[in-house]
């Protein structure tokens, strides 16, 4: 995201308004959208807003929690097709689309646009993940007209002005090329090539200087025209507003827009690739003269609709999860001294997934760290993990959950990807009871499942290869 002109707290607002911290996997289940009468979707745990969840005369699907505790809205635009549907050679361009849409829109030109936002304190934003692009947006309830008139400018009418598109290429680029230098960032480029390879998954989802170089502003025009699609968009919006308002505000500046877009359009199917995943054990070393050598392991992960998606997140958080009762944290950290923090974590995506193990060690400790990794995949694949571990496992899964849904942000996060991948409607009620099912075969069914050494990819950046 890039983003000028704007005050430094401002720019802090925005930052935590469009990262998305939630890596739960989610489920789908393929449930058909209901366009009759609204649902209350509660939840199970007190702490959970209920969803009202209905579909416009226009076709958008919406998703409300309303909260008068604040008088803020929350709102997630969620569209369908992010990096993982971008042309080969073109790596980057749902990136840059997605920035470009903040930079002007309607008869404003980037400069005044941003003037304007600021001047109502609205914070507005877009951002193209691996499968989804996001229009994010918080604003006071009280300027609510003037929020939603310019977020539905920025999604319909986004001016891709070539001064606008000149200057951000070359901020794009620049930064790029700054991120070569960062060993964690071309660690987890190097795993993502491996595992992928010619897939857009294996790619940098923002690209590289060659093919950000190659984008015209006829790419970000197409692919903001594919992204124009009523069946895959969903809204959600948390916080001061109840539906009648809501569906004034819709109508009002969503709608017109929405009723003249093409019935059909050509050009508006996004490109799927078939997956092509690594199936053999592969090592690569990178050389950077630092005085830590950075470890990426990886293996090929689930998809988010898999049925083991609750097990997986149980092996993860005992074998590397937050907190400091992990094996990995246990072995590298605490009784060997190696490294100030090591993480095991599966990334789900919508044909695939990743699971990872990071770390970073001083260079001549980097092959004993090798070794003690490899050896706790071994175990946790061969032997099932204690009661005891277990349950801590679930205990602390089962007791964070409830805390990352806190706040109208990660509210309207939650239920726009529901929306957006037809996740099952009970969701939240159901993620505490599914994994506090999960048993000691499930996490060494899918240890076995997702941890298998010949599939390993090993990535090191720093001054040697490591030895074990």
Known sequence: MIIDRIPLFRLRLFLLTVTFLFFVSFASHGEARDTAQPQNIETSHNSFKPAE???????????????????????????????????????????????MMGEGAGDLKADTFKEKLEFHGIVLGADASRDVTTIAMRTLSRHRNTAFSMMSEMVFRPRFDADSYERIQQQVTSGLIQRREKPGVRAIQALYRLLFRNHPYGHPAAGTPATVSQITSDHLKKRHRQWLNPDRMTL????????????????????????????????????????????EQATLHLAMDLPQTTIRLGFPGIARNDEDRYAVTVMSQILGGAGITSRLTEVLREKRGLTYGVYAYH?????????????????????????????????????????????SAIDYLTGSFPIRQEGLRSQAVTWGRIGLFDYPLDYLAN????????????????????????????VTVGKELPTQ
């Open 53 to 99: 969840r209905f579909t416009t005369d226009f076709g958008l699907e919406v998703f409300l929690i309303t909260s008068r505790a604040n008088p803020m809205l929350e709102v997630q635009l969620l569209m369908a097709g992010g990096s993982e549907t971008d042309p080969v050679g073109l790596d980057g361009l749902s990136s840059m689309t997605a920035t």
């Open 431 to 458: 993620w505490v009871n599914r994994i506090s099912q999960v048993s000691r075969e499930d996490v060494l069914r899918v240890a076995q499942r997702i941890l298998q050494r010949d599939k390993m990819q090993s």
């Open 236 to 279: 959600a919006v948390a916080g001061d507003i109840d539906r009648l308002a809501l569906q004034r505000v819709l109508d009002t500046h969503f709608k017109p827009f929405m009723l003249s877009l093409p019935s059909k359009q050509s050009d508006t199917t996004l490109l799927r690739y078939p997956l092509d995943v690594l199936d």
């Open 347 to 391: 990334l789900p995506f919508s044909d695939a997934g990743v699971f990872v193990i990071s770390m970073k060690t001083k260079t001549k400790s980097a092959g004993e760290a090798l070794s003690l990794l490899n050896t706790e995949v071994n175990r946790i694949q061969n032997e099932r993990v204690s009661e005891e571990e277990l349950q």
